[in-house]
T-cell receptor
């Protein structure tokens, strides 16, 4: 099992640019979660999907953020336009009922300059 | 709404000493509770979880935690710290059904000195 795969691992971009983060969940998992980790705010839930359907996006900070899950094996988190305060580590995680825990990817470290 | 409070952002112990990391939760429904560990530049790894049944749960690397409903607590312990335990530890809570999101505390950094 390859685990949750996120790409890229590191991204440096200029303010105002569009950024797309990608996630491949573990095969067979039907829950997918996007989290953001910063020193100040810790781990924040941004959005999660069940069976490719967004269930709760109340954690998405602004309209600049959007997430999609076009199929069971792929999800994207897009920031457009990016700002320096978006700099953080973004984690994707997946799960499969009846298993209750989430399995995390290695994260994408985003730096917006 | 659910929330988790981890008391102490940084805990330091000596090698061989008891490790105690504190976690209190707030939940409107019987919760599922989790402890995760994060090593530098890595993702989070599950240490242990409580869903139902026995309130004392054992996890990997010698860690255990006890669910105390009356105290709304789920503290993590290990009898004897090892240098390799140095990491950041996160407590999390979710609704009592699979497929719901985990809500995390702000984390506790554990340092272990020789």
């Amino acid at each position: 099992d390859a685990g949750v795969i996120q790409s890229p691992r590191h991204e440096v971009t200029e303010m105002g640019q569009e950024v797309t983060l990608r996630c491949k969940p573990i095969s067979g998992h039907n829950s997918l979660f996007w989290y953001r980790q910063t020193m100040m705010r810790g781990l924040e839930l941004l959005i999660y999907f069940n069976n490719n359907v967004p269930i709760d996006d109340s954690g998405m900070p602004e309209d600049r953020f959007s997430a999609k899950m076009p199929n069971a094996s792929f999800s994207t988190l897009k920031i457009q336009p990016s700002e320096p305060r978006d700099s953080a580590v973004y984690f994707c995680a997946s799960g499969r009922p009846p298993t209750t825990e989430a399995f995390f990817g290695q994260g994408t470290r985003l730096t917006v300059v | 709404a659910q929330s988790v409070t981890q008391l102490g952002s940084h805990v330091s112990v000596s090698e061989g000493a008891l490790v105690l990391l504190r976690c209190n939760y707030s939940s409107s429904v019987p919760p599922y509770l989790f402890w995760y560990v994060q090593y530098p530049n890595q993702g989070l790894q599950l240490l242990l979880k409580y869903t139902t049944g026995a309130t004392l749960v054992k996890g990997i690397n010698g860690f255990e935690a006890e669910f105390k409903k009356s105290e709304t607590s789920f503290h993590l312990t290990k009898p004897s710290a090892h240098m390799s335990d140095a990491a950041e530890y996160f407590c999390a809570v979710s609704d009592n059904q699979a497929g719901t999101a985990l809500i995390f505390g702000k984390g506790t950094t554990l340092s272990v000195s020789s």
